[in-house]
């Protein structure tokens, strides 16, 4: 009788530790085994890349005042910001400008590449179907009547 007794206590001890359900999964919890991330760690590129980039157009904005005040010294004149912000505009507007072009083309180029079948995008799908056919052989099907 001690041995019955040790098996129904094992399985009550085991059902309180797991929630009675055998999957070892926490009573009471369901979905995925994981927890969202905080905000700022689940956006931490996010923030990183935008503190990069004001970081880096405050300097163009220190850099290009000071080269501004020191042309307008230079020709007796006295700073302006009325002649200075939208020069700084125009200024980051073409570097925007240059920098968004090359995205895009290198993005649509790539796309445009990919459609038409370049040697790399084949490439990738002849050993697709070659690893897919091995699978079929390894089953026992033929990959040339499925």
């Not at 689940?42 to 157009?57: C, D, K, N, P, R």
């Not at 990919?114 to 089953?139: H, I, P, V």
Request: glycine share 10%; charged share 20%.
């Amino acid at each position: 009788m001690s041995g019955g007794s040790t098996t129904t206590g094992t399985r009550s001890a085991r059902s309180r530790v797991t929630g009675g359900n055998g999957g070892g999964r926490r009573a009471g919890r369901e979905g995925p085994p994981f927890r969202k991330p905080r905000w700022p760690k689940a956006y931490s590129f996010a923030l990183v890349t935008g503190a990069l980039f004001l970081f880096s157009w405050l300097g163009q904005f220190v850099f290009q005042m000071a080269v501004e005040s020191n042309e307008a010294s230079q020709h007796g004149q006295s700073f302006a910001w009325s002649e200075f912000l939208p020069q700084f505009f125009a200024s980051t507007f073409e570097n925007w400008q240059s920098e968004f072009l090359q995205l895009v083309w290198q993005a649509a180029g790539l796309a445009l590449f990919y459609y038409w079948g370049s040697s790399q995008s084949r490439e990738s799908d002849d050993r697709m179907e070659a690893k897919l056919d091995a699978l079929l052989r390894e089953r026992g099907l033929d990959p040339e009547n499925p």
